[in-house]
């Protein structure tokens, strides 16, 4: 078992501290879960006023220098309206950076401030999560890399640098209630993070039998 942390490196304007004081803290904070043996601290990822944590990266490689054993991840990367080239390239640096500490959670976010200042729209809500997913995992497991889809200009052979020091960076899928993330998660293997805002726990458990056994049903056609 693994217990860690995720911050949204919230400074509300009842705080009355500046930005640069509550970003200090969160990660004096980062360096304490890592001092008291804590296994991971994951940054979350908003558009919104209070919120100080839209460039997660930056914030976790803050950490990674301030820290020698604690895991470092996304909570979520808001994977919609990001380019998975930069992603990878992100993380793969922090991996460097921490000697092998990053992980990756991507998900769609609980907020949609992100899709119109990147220009995207709501109502390709789904279809923009499922490609950027597929070209972010084949980044993960091709250094050179072809492909092409509807959101993103095709690479044709491309390298995609840095690679990490890790042999396979992890990625993660957050996921919320649907049944569709669950199923999602389980086909292509990825483990799960499950972001319980509100409600009884117990109600995810049926979720998390469909997120198993489209894991075995992916495994038995593999392998058949």
Excluded at 17 to 32: F, V
Excluded at 156 to 181: C, D, E, F, H, K
């Amino acid at each position: 078992m693994e217990i860690g942390i995720d911050s949204f490196a919230i400074n509300s304007k009842n705080s009355g501290i500046s930005n640069a004081q509550a970003m200090n803290e969160l990660l004096e904070r980062i360096e304490l879960a890592d001092q008291v043996g804590l296994d991971v601290f994951g940054i979350g990822e908003h558009y919104r006023k209070e919120f100080l944590d839209s460039a997660p990266a930056i914030i976790l490689a803050a950490a990674a220098s301030r820290t020698k054993q604690i895991t470092l991840t996304s909570a979520v990367t808001v994977l919609s309206v990001a380019d998975p080239v930069r992603v990878f390239q992100n993380f793969s640096t922090l991996d460097l950076i921490s000697k092998g500490r990053a992980e990756i959670v991507v998900g769609r976010g609980s907020f949609t401030e992100s899709y119109p200042l990147f220009g995207q729209s709501l109502t390709d809500y789904d279809e923009l999560f499922a490609e950027k997913l597929d070209l972010l995992l084949k980044i993960r497991d091709n250094e050179l890399v072809t492909w092409s889809g509807k959101f993103r200009p095709s690479l044709n052979n491309q390298g995609i640098y840095p690679r990490p020091l890790q042999n396979q960076l992890p990625i993660w899928l957050g996921v919320g209630g649907t049944q569709a993330s669950f199923i999602r998660a389980g086909k292509l293997g990825l483990p799960l993070m499950v972001a319980v805002i509100g409600g009884e726990t117990h109600r995810f458990k049926p979720l998390i039998d469909l997120y198993k056994q489209a894991g075995k049903n992916a495994a038995f056609y593999l392998n058949n």
